[in-house]
């Protein structure tokens, strides 16, 4: 199964109470890749990673986990996965090592090996000084720390999780990605919920969730090329600056902060627009788009011109 991809989903629906929740979904993560999906609550994010994990049975479609069918053989997909969920998968009275434990013992680690690899997580997730205690008197944080290093235990083939940075410090979801980093770099597979967008940017490839379905599918850099951000100028004569702009064929306007460009790519555009400014730029400063405009850009491509979208794994 070496060159099989690591989640390989075809036609994918699944529906809860004859309501149709995800709709003809296809997307492949290949076997040493780290996939984002993003979307708007309800998009169908924690449900896709729920039939990935066997914890749902499509009503149709083909489900391959590291190239083993998920509803076929489940056990097996099962043994390959590790999953970090947003509700807690751990056992609230044991100690947090306790925890690490018992899943490594449960995954087949034992003697030194379990005691080094625990060692190693514990002390990667600034959880050394936590051991002994039970896991309900963690902070959220701290809890969150210790799933992570759970999921991560055995370094399985595939991770699935589902928005696992949530209330976690800057530092710890430093620490988190480079282990996922490291993994991936080893081969393995990584599909990752997020509503964060400089996580989704790290992402080989993001997928655009919407309603059930996929929106869009490719790199972030490709996802947002087309998505307007906004170049804000300060400069001494505002009205002639923003006839200049028009004239030139720019989207501008003026409001309290002065003159606002909507432009796609706006940080590629800036410099360049800078140098034929006809007049003195006193402050210029960039926003690029972020997740909401992002997912809003692509629905509204769907609505507009279903064909011109990103076709499957541009990368
Ligand atoms: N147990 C359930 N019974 C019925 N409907 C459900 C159930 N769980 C989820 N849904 C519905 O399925 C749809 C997709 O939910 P899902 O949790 O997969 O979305 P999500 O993209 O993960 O959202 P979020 O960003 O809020 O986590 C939503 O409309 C939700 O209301």
């Given at each position: ?16 109470g ?70 807690s ?6 100690s947090?090592?306790?925890n ?9 680690l ?7 690899r ?12 936590l051991?002994a ?11 969150r ?6 999921a991560?235990?055995s ?8 928005e ?19 993994l ?7 599909l ?25 599918d ?25 006839r ?19 432009v ?21 400063d960039?926003t ?7 997912v ?8 507009s011109e279903?064909?011109?979208?990103p ?5």
């Amino acid at each position: 199964m070496m060159n099989a991809p690591g989640i390989d989903l075809r036609n994918v629906s699944f529906s809860r109470g004859g309501r149709a929740i995800l709709d003809n979904v296809s997307m492949t993560v290949p076997g040493a890749g780290l996939v984002a999906i993003v979307g708007f609550n309800g998009a169908g994010k924690t449900t896709l990673l729920s039939l990935l994990s066997t914890l749902a049975t499509p009503r149709s479609g083909r489900i391959l986990v590291d190239g083993i069918d998920a509803v076929a053989m489940p056990h097996q997909v099962r043994s390959r996965i590790g999953v970090v969920f947003q509700e807690s998968a751990l056992e609230a009275r044991l100690s947090a090592y306790d925890n690490l434990s018992f899943i490594a013992r449960c995954q087949g680690l034992k003697g030194r090996t379990l005691r080094q690899r625990i060692d190693e997580l514990m002390t990667a997730f600034g959880l050394e000084a936590l051991a002994a205690v039970p896991v309900q008197c963690l902070s959220g944080g701290q809890r969150r720390r210790l799933e992570l290093a759970r999921a991560l235990i055995s370094r399985p083939r595939v991770l699935l999780l589902d928005e696992p940075t949530l209330g976690l410090d800057v530092a710890t979801r430093r620490v988190f990605w480079a282990e996922i980093r490291m993994l991936v770099g080893a081969g393995h597979t990584v599909l990752c919920s997020t509503h964060h967008a400089d996580e989704a940017s790290d992402a080989d490839r993001v997928v655009v969730l919407h309603g059930g379905g996929v929106l869009a599918d490719g790199p972030w850099h490709t996802l947002c090329a087309c998505v307007p951000g906004t170049i804000r100028l300060q400069v001494p004569d505002t009205e002639t600056a923003r006839r200049w702009l028009s004239a030139q064929g720019y989207r501008a306007t003026i409001d309290e902060h002065g003159l606002a460009v909507v432009v796609a790519n706006a940080r590629t555009v800036m410099p360049a627009l800078l140098q034929r400014m006809p007049c003195r730029v006193t402050s210029v400063d960039v926003t690029t788009p972020n997740l909401m405009d992002i997912v809003d850009h692509w629905r509204e491509a769907r609505e507009s011109e279903p064909c011109r979208l990103p076709q499957k794994a541009a990368a």
